[in-house]
C-alpha cells in the first residue's frame, strides 16, 4: 500500500519531488490502516473533527454535502486515491460534509498534526498544503464551470469518462443531484449517450 500512496504523494510536490523524496517515502510510511467500511458507512459526517490525510484503498467513496434537507453528491473519491475534509484536514475546523462509501474499501490515514510535524522535519514547508487547496480550488472551479456551461448530455459523458465507475456506484437519484438535473433529464442524457 506504501507504494500507491507514494504514487499519489509525488506529483503534490512536483518539480521539488525529487529533492523530498525522503520526506515523501516518511510520509507515506506513517500512513495507518484506520478502518473497512462497507457501503453506505460513513467515513466522517459533518460536524466532526477529522484533520486527516485520508487514502481510499480499493473502494469508492462519495462525499455529500446538506442543503435544505437534501443531500448533494459534492465528488467521487475513486480507488487508490488521497482524499480529505476541506474544513477540516486544512482548516483545522469541524468536517461540514459527509463522506460516504459507496462500494467496500479500507481506509488509511496520517493525522494532520503528523503531517505538520514530517513535512517541516523534511523542508517541505506549505507545499503540501497550497497544492491541495489549489486542487480543491481547480476542482470547484472546473465543477461550477461544468453546471454552468455543459448540457446535461455533456456533464454525464464527462463524468463518465472521469470516473467510470459511477455508474454502479451511486444510484441515479445521487447521479441526478450530482450532475445538477432531474432523473428524467438524467435518463433523457443517459439514453442519448448509449444511442451515439
Same mark, same amino acid.
Given at each position: ?16 519531488? @525529487? ?31 477529522? @484533520? ?99 448540457? @446535461? ?44
Amino acid at each position: 500500500m506504501i507504494g500507491q500512496i507514494t504514487h499519489q504523494l509525488v506529483p503534490l510536490f512536483g518539480s521539488q519531488a @525529487p529533492a523530498l523524496k525522503s520526506g515523501i517515502s516518511a510520509l507515506a510510511a506513517q500512513f495507518e490502516l484506520i478502518t473497512h467500511v462497507s457501503a453506505g458507512e460513513h467515513v466522517w459526517v459533518s460536524g466532526e473533527e477529522k @484533520p486527516i490525510l485520508y487514502f481510499n484503498g480499493d473502494g469508492i467513496l462519495a462525499e455529500f454535502s446538506s442543503h435544505q434537507r437534501s443531500m448533494f453528491c459534492q465528488r467521487i473519491i475513486p480507488p487508490n486515491t488521497l482524499f480529505w475534509s476541506e474544513s477540516s484536514f486544512l482548516l483545522w475546523q469541524k468536517t461540514d460534509t459527509y463522506m460516504r462509501c459507496k462500494k467496500a474499501s479500507k481506509i488509511y490515514g496520517v493525522s494532520g498534526h503528523k503531517v505538520r510535524e514530517i513535512t517541516a522535519q523534511y523542508g517541505m514547508g506549505y507545499i503540501l498544503a497550497n497544492t491541495l487547496t489549489k486542487m480543491d480550488i481547480a476542482s470547484y472551479r472546473n465543477r461550477s464551470k461544468d453546471l454552468c456551461l455543459l448540457l @446535461p448530455v455533456e456533464r454525464l459523458r464527462k463524468t463518465i469518462q472521469s470516473s467510470p465507475q459511477i455508474l454502479s456506484s451511486i444510484s441515479r437519484d445521487e447521479l441526478a443531484k450530482y450532475l445538477r438535473i432531474s432523473r428524467s433529464s438524467l435518463f433523457r442524457a443517459m439514453n442519448s449517450l448509449h444511442d451515439a
